[in-house]
């Protein structure tokens, strides 16, 4: 039972480059999601999904796009990297708005 | 605005102890509450939801003070695998698919 899988792992990306971030869930979830973590700071949400084919923005949505063309996946894309955007990012999904967040080991971005 | 506050610590404590963390949460209109439990570069996974009567998991007890806006987690008998950070989780009303994470507080448990 695979769970929520994110890809990569790791990553590094010059200043500009654009990148796209995966995130699949294999327990049909309707709620998927996207954080970032920083040190000394809590997980902040930037996109998530309530639904296949429905995105809306989060707490800091500036400088990412996503999409969820199938319910099983939520892409995070990275249009043009800075610096700022080197984070720990988390993917996660939930069966329902008030339901506990099953999440994605996550992936660390270091923008150079 | 809409925050949750945690002691980062590290609360550093020997087996066997009794730890307590305190939240606190800004805004009164708030929905659910969730302490989440994350070790060192992995990901968070739930611990317990808090309700309003507490409620007991073993050896973990969550508490709800909706009047004080402050939310607690107690641990007994501290082993050396509860050694992790603790987050601290709120879901406000009307905030549609946000929670808000407090930034952890970091527990030792030390032989």
């Known amino acids: 039972n695979a769970g929520v899988t994110q890809t990569p792992k790791f990553r590094v990306l010059k200043t500009g480059q654009s990148m796209t971030l995966l995130c699949a869930q294999d327990?049909?979830?309707?709620?998927m999601y996207w954080y970032r973590q920083d040190p000394g700071m809590g997980l902040r949400l930037i996109h998530y999904?309530?639904?296949?084919?429905?995105?809306a923005k989060g707490e800091v949505p500036d400088g990412y796009n996503v999409s969820r063309l199938k319910k099983q996946n939520f892409l995070l894309g990275l249009e043009s990297a800075a610096p700022s955007q080197t984070s720990v990012y988390f993917c996660?999904?939930?069966?329902?708005?008030?339901?506990?967040?099953?999440f994605g080991s996550g992936t660390q971005l270091s923008v150079l | 605005r809409k925050e949750v506050e945690q002691d980062p610590g590290p609360f550093n404590v020997p087996e066997g102890a009794t730890v307590a963390f305190n939240c606190t949460y800004s805004?009164?209109?708030?929905?659910?509450f969730f302490w989440y439990r994350q070790d060192c570069r992995k990901e968070p996974k739930l611990l317990m939801s808090?309700?309003?009567s507490g409620n007991e998991d073993g050896r973990f007890t969550a508490q709800l003070n909706r009047a004080s806006q402050y939310i607690s987690l107690l641990i007994r008998d501290s082993k050396l695998s509860d050694s992790a950070t603790y987050l601290c989780?709120?879901?406000?009303?009307?905030?549609?698919?946000?929670?808000?994470f407090g930034k952890g507080t970091k527990l030792s448990v030390k032989p």
């Open positions: 989780v709120v879901r406000f009303w009307g905030s549609q698919g946000n929670l808000i």
């Open positions: 805004n009164s209109a708030s929905q659910s």
């Open positions: 327990m049909n979830h309707e709620y």
């Open positions: 996660a999904s939930s069966r329902a708005l008030n339901e506990k967040l099953f």
């Open positions: 808090v309700y309003s």
């Open positions: 999904s309530v639904g296949e084919g429905t995105t």
